[in-house]
């Protein structure tokens, strides 16, 4: 299942990483973390820089910082 990590920057402004789920399929992932930042997007959340695509043991995961506040 994707996780979601959230740390407090200062008392308005806020940042998040989203992750998607290990895959083989980076199509499949891709998907799936176009869906959970479209989810986000919807609470508040503004995507901050590009997505980041990482291989471990020849399945992808991808993770997209995002930032609320100012």
Do not use: F
Request: aromatic share 6%; charged share 25%.
């Amino acid at each position: 299942m994707a996780e979601k990590k959230t740390a407090s920057k200062s008392s308005k402004a806020a940042y998040k990483v989203v992750m998607s789920i290990k895959s083989p399929s980076l199509n499949y992932t891709a998907k799936r973390l176009g869906d959970l930042v479209s989810e986000e997007m919807q609470s508040g959340w503004i995507p901050h820089g590009t997505a980041i695509v990482a291989i471990d043991e020849d399945k992808y995961m991808m993770c997209q910082a995002m930032t609320k506040g100012s």
